[in-house]
Nanobody, 125 residues
Framework: QVQLVESGGGSVQAGGSLRLSCSAS????????MAWFRQAPGKQREWVSS???????LYLDSVQGRFTISRDNAKNTLYLQMNSLKPEDTAMYYC???????????????????WGQGTQVTVSS
């Protein structure tokens, strides 16, 4: 059974940093495209970043240059390093995974079949 567990969320002031982790179990993470999504109160869930099986990284324009997605396949763990945080980054952050080819990814949440429970990030001004 595939299981994803996020951690690392918290409350920080604008300009601060957080590192989210997503621990995967029940499958070989190296065969999966991994992603981070977020959902702010009253808004739809939005794609933030993906990392393909081949290691290609992709970002939402508003986080490009501030967030870095990475994966440690030996530890079956996905990370999201978030720097220069802004109040508009406040949201519940979710880890997602989908078995895929080396270069495949999607910005659509419907493409991903495996989800974590989320970790809250709150950025105050």
């Amino acid at each position: 059974q595939v299981q994803l567990v996020e951690s690392g969320g918290g409350s920080v002031q604008a300009g601060g940093s957080l590192r989210l982790s997503c621990s995967a179990s029940g499958y070989t993470a190296s065969n999966y495209c991994m992603a981070w999504f977020r959902q702010a109160p009253g808004k739809q869930r939005e794609w933030v970043s993906s990392i393909t099986v081949a290691g290609t990284t992709l970002y939402l324009d508003s986080v490009q240059g501030r967030f870095t997605i990475s994966r440690d396949n030996a530890k079956n763990t996905l990370y999201l390093q978030m720097n220069s945080l802004k109040p508009e980054d406040t949201a519940m952050y979710y880890c997602a995974a989908q078995q895929s080819g080396s270069g495949s990814y999607s910005r659509s949440q419907s493409w991903y079949n495996n989800w974590g429970q989320g970790t809250q990030v709150t950025v105050s001004s």
